[in-house]
């Protein structure tokens, strides 16, 4: 499809979605509405079982509300005159304020969550308008999430202007124990509600094992899986009751690889039984302490498991291992859409559509929402996805919400 086609079609889309707004506020669908302030949320965020409100709520969505629930995008892929290299570009300028064009695609496209880099970072005043701004124009309550890892990664403390607790590393942090990891989660979790966002890409569960990884290194709390797995459960206690979900990253374990899935497909060479007594430790202890989320890399693990995909479109990965073996009942979210190793060799809707297939319940950032989204729809009408399926994981995204104080 043109650029010039998409935006005639994302016009009329565009058109039919105010009208759906509007019905939506008559009556005619249940109205969701993010609470006054979900800042103010006290209670624990944990894989807690859905109460009857969200089974309501999600009985009367339509399909496409569904659908959409299921998107985690870039503020800027909200913006469809921006090509997918200028969303990607970290070099780029950023989207920084909402326009009534993105909240239009909101409408076409209502989904589940954005999540900000650095680029659509300015200044504190700037930032807590953008947040306040999506919320208020999404019918339903938006998880607005960041990677503030604290150390290597941390999008807001490295934006000059916000006065914020700076650490050296993660590792720096692990080597003082899981006390320390606790106090630093419950910091960061902290100054992020004060600017909107309720879900945070960390802490790192990974262990870093591999001298030649370029990717996790000193991003990981150490070396040493079980030093990793102590302090990875007390991170995921200190953000309990601060209104941040934390989400654990990147099942299986990216420690032990020597490539970048920015670029390409990424490796271990471990076994099964190698995985389960080193790079499971952190995860199962970030689940047993209440972990809401854990995110799926792309990591393909051939001595493993034997279907040849990336984890985070593996069945054998995710449902077999991550449910299955470790109990794991939160949401499952996978690693970027858009990265090369996904792109080079699946289109958006094909992603997407695998991903759920393999048990993810988020799909982050695709490669193109709009060819994601109708990937997915095009699955659910051709019976490769049942609407049963999606339902399962919209509960599941709808569950989290109402511990958030979003619906």
Same mark, same amino acid.
């Given at each position: 499809?043109?650029?010039?086609?998409?935006?005639?079609?994302?016009?009329?889309?565009?058109?039919?979605?105010?009208?759906? $707004?509007?019905?939506?506020?008559?009556?005619?669908?249940?109205? *969701?509405?993010?609470?006054?302030?979900?800042?103010?949320?006290?209670?624990?965020?944990?894989?807690?079982?859905?109460?009857?409100?969200?089974? %309501?709520?999600?009985?009367?969505?339509?399909?496409?509300?569904?659908?959409?629930?299921?998107?985690?995008?870039?503020?800027?892929?909200?913006?469809?005159? =921006?090509?997918?290299?200028?969303?990607?570009?970290?070099?780029?300028?950023?989207?920084? #304020?909402?326009?009534?064009?993105?909240?239009?695609?909101?409408?076409?496209?209502?989904?589940? /969550?954005?999540?900000?880099?650095?680029?659509?970072? &300015?200044?504190?005043?700037?930032?807590?308008?953008?947040?306040?701004?999506?919320?208020?124009?999404?019918?339903?309550?938006? =998880?607005?999430?960041?990677?503030?890892?604290?150390? @290597?990664?941390?999008?807001?403390?490295?934006?000059?202007?916000?006065?914020?607790?700076?650490?050296?590393?993660?590792?720096?942090? /692990?080597?003082?124990?899981?006390?320390?990891?606790?106090?630093?989660?419950?910091?960061?979790?902290?100054?992020?509600?004060?600017?909107?966002?309720?879900?945070?890409?960390?802490?790192?569960?990974?262990?870093?094992?591999?001298? $030649?990884?370029?990717?996790? /290194?000193?991003? $990981?709390?150490?070396?040493? $899986?079980? #030093?990793?797995? %102590?302090?990875?459960?007390?991170?995921? #206690?200190?953000? @309990?009751?601060?209104? *941040?979900?934390?989400?654990?990253?990147?099942?299986?374990?990216?420690? %032990?690889?020597?490539?970048?899935?920015? %670029?390409?497909?990424?490796?271990?060479?471990?076994?099964?039984? &190698?995985?389960?007594?080193?790079?499971?430790?952190?995860?199962?202890?970030?689940?047993?302490?209440?972990?809401?989320?854990?995110?799926?890399?792309?990591?393909?693990?051939?001595?493993?498991?034997?279907?040849?995909?990336?984890?985070?479109?593996?069945?054998? @990965?995710?449902?077999?291992?991550?449910?299955?073996?470790?109990?794991?009942?939160?949401?499952?979210?996978?690693?970027?859409?858009?990265?090369?190793?996904?792109? &080079?060799?699946?289109?958006?809707?094909?992603?997407?559509?695998?991903?759920?297939?393999?048990?993810?319940?988020?799909?982050?950032?695709?490669?193109?929402?709009?060819? @994601?989204?109708?990937?997915?729809?095009?699955?659910?009408?051709?019976?490769?996805?049942?609407?049963?399926?999606?339902?399962?994981?919209?509960?599941?995204?709808?569950?989290?919400?109402?511990?958030?104080?979003?619906?």
């Amino acid at each position: 499809m043109t650029d010039v086609l998409r935006r005639c079609l994302a016009a009329l889309l565009a058109a039919g979605a105010l009208c759906l $707004a509007a019905c939506v506020r008559s009556g005619d669908l249940p109205a *969701v509405q993010p609470s006054p302030d979900p800042v103010e949320t006290a209670n624990p965020v944990s894989s807690a079982q859905p109460g009857q409100g969200t089974q %309501d709520l999600l009985d009367g969505m339509t399909l496409r509300q569904k659908v959409g629930q299921l998107f985690l995008v870039r503020p800027d892929a909200l913006d469809l005159t =921006l090509s997918q290299q200028d969303i990607d570009d970290a070099d780029a300028g950023g989207v920084t #304020t909402l326009t009534d064009a993105m909240a239009e695609t909101l409408g076409v496209y209502p989904v589940g /969550g954005v999540v900000f880099f650095g680029k659509n970072i &300015e200044t504190p005043q700037q930032l807590r308008a953008m947040t306040s701004a999506l919320q208020s124009v999404s019918q339903t309550g938006l =998880l607005i999430a960041v990677d503030e890892e604290g150390g @290597a990664v941390a999008r807001l403390a490295d934006t000059p202007g916000f006065d914020l607790p700076v650490y050296e590393s993660t590792a720096a942090v /692990g080597a003082l124990g899981p006390d320390a990891a606790k106090a630093q989660a419950a910091e960061i979790a902290a100054y992020l509600s004060e600017y909107g966002f309720n879900l945070n890409f960390a802490p790192v569960a990974d262990v870093s094992t591999n001298p $030649a990884n370029t990717v996790i /290194g000193t991003r $990981a709390f150490a070396s040493d $899986a079980q #030093t990793a797995a %102590d302090c990875v459960a007390g991170a995921v #206690t200190g953000y @309990a009751g601060t209104g *941040v979900a934390c989400c654990l990253k990147h099942f299986p374990g990216h420690g %032990d690889t020597a490539q970048d899935s920015h %670029d390409g497909a990424v490796y271990t060479k471990k076994t099964l039984d &190698e995985l389960r007594a080193c790079e499971f430790l952190p995860f199962a202890a970030g689940i047993d302490a209440g972990a809401p989320l854990v995110m799926a890399g792309h990591i393909q693990a051939p001595n493993a498991w034997y279907d040849g995909l990336p984890a985070s479109l593996s069945h054998q @990965a995710l449902t077999d291992a991550l449910r299955g073996e470790l109990g794991f009942e939160g949401l499952i979210v996978t690693d970027s859409l858009s990265m090369g190793v996904i792109t &080079e060799a699946y289109s958006p809707g094909e992603a997407a559509v695998l991903a759920l297939q393999a048990g993810a319940d988020l799909l982050l950032m695709p490669a193109g929402l709009a060819d @994601a989204f109708d990937g997915v729809m095009a699955a659910i009408e051709d019976g490769r996805l049942s609407e049963a399926r999606i339902d399962e994981s919209v509960l599941r995204i709808l569950t989290l919400k109402q511990q958030l104080g979003l619906v």
